[in-house]
């Protein structure tokens, strides 16, 4: 299936390669204050950045979503990923984000976020997004709420409480900022 390119006011969206992964590996998942609250999965900074790289070319590959690299428009700059990922368990499409810590309390994450959440709705037309936070990841819950996500139900999540979210299409409000969502064609 095509792989998508999304842009936003300030960030480009481009499905991940290998050449990111060291990008990947540096700026997000050897941050503690970045993996603080995300699953712990017992893996190395690499091989989680691996896990997260294939799993986003399988789901690119069988259901026409997956993962992105964020790019900063400004200089070019990979400094976080976000994507949308499929619970064969559960049939829920999983939205998940995480940049590096210098560009966090700018409104990139919900920015890029909502474009996510956009693609789902418009280009893939899922019915509906879900999210999974543990409850200390106030910042989280921000971006959530302010996307129009709403509580469903608390549980656990790899061993830890979490709280579930969710939004419908019907929901979600597109808003007026600068979107744009076209095929990847990644140079050969
Ligand atoms: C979760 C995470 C992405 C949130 O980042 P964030 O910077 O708080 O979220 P945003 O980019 O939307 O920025 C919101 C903040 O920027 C401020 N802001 C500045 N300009 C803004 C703008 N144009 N639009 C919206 N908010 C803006 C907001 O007021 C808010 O600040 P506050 O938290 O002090 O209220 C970040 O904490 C992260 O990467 N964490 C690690 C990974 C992680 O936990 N992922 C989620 C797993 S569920």
């Given amino acids: 299936m095509a792989k998508y390119i999304l842009e936003t006011e300030r960030c480009i969206l481009r499905p991940p ?13 050897a941050d503690p204050d970045v993996t603080r609250y995300v699953p712990n999965r017992h893996l190395t900074p690499r091989e989680d950045a691996e896990r997260a790289f294939n799993e986003s070319e399988i789901m690119w590959t ?3 979503y997956g993962g992105w690299a964020i790019i900063d428009k400004d200089d070019g700059q990979i400094f976080g990923r976000c994507g949308l990922t499929y ?11 995480g940049l590096a810590r210098t560009y966090w309390g700018k409104g990139i994450a919900t920015e890029v976020a909502r474009a996510c959440v956009r693609f789902g709705f418009e280009v893939v037309k899922l019915p509906q997004i879900t999210a999974v ?5 106030i910042a ?3 971006v959530l709420e302010r996307l129009g996500f709403v509580f469903k139900k608390e549980g656990i999540y790899h061993d830890q409480n979490v709280v579930y979210y969710a939004i ?5 409000q597109y808003g007026d900022s600068f979107y744009d969502a076209r095929p990847f064609a990644p140079k050969t």
């Fill in 17 to 29: 390669t290998l050449e990111d992964l060291d990008d990947w590996v540096k700026k997000l998942f």
């Fill in 62 to 64: 069988n259901y026409g």
């Fill in 87 to 97: 619970h064969e368990d559960t049939g829920d499409v999983e939205l998940g984000y």
């Fill in 133 to 137: 936070v543990v409850p200390e990841n």
């Fill in 140 to 142: 989280s819950w921000g």
């Fill in 168 to 172: 419908r299409r019907k929901q979600f």
